[in-house]
Nanobody
Framework: QAQLVESGGDLVQPGGSLRLSCAAS????????MRWYRRAPEKEREWVAT???????HYADSVKGRFLISRDNAQNTVYLQMNSLKLEDTAVYFC?????????WGQGTRVTVSS
């Protein structure tokens, strides 16, 4: 059964950092394009970052230069390092995997940026 489990969400002050993790199981992680999305309170889901099967990455303008997506194929895990956090980064963060014939979503992890 394909599954993604996010962790690492927390309450953090503006300017702080967090690292989110997303552990994959039940599918071929190394063959999957991995993405992070987020949904802020009362807003639509927003794409945050992508890492492809290699190491090419893409970021939303709102997080470019502050967030870093990476993957460890040996650990079947994708990470999102979030630095210089802002109030507007408050959201539930979801990871997503896409491969040939499948798409998997995690349940999300909550990040709250507040002073």
């Amino acid at each position: 059964q394909a599954q993604l489990v996010e962790s690492g969400g927390d309450l953090v002050q503006p300017g702080g950092s967090l690292r989110l993790s997303c552990a994959a199981s039940g599918f071929t992680f190394s063959s999957s394009i991995m993405r992070w999305y987020r949904r802020a309170p009362e807003k639509e889901r927003e794409w945050v970052a992508t890492i492809n099967i290699g190491t090419i990455t893409h970021y939303a303008d709102s997080v470019k230069g502050r967030f870093l997506i990476s993957r460890d194929n040996a650990q079947n895990t994708v990470y999102l390092q979030m630095n210089s956090l802002k109030l507007e980064d408050t959201a539930v963060y979801f990871c997503n995997a896409i491969g040939r014939g499948y798409e998997v979503w995690g349940q999300g992890t909550r990040v709250t940026v507040s002073s």
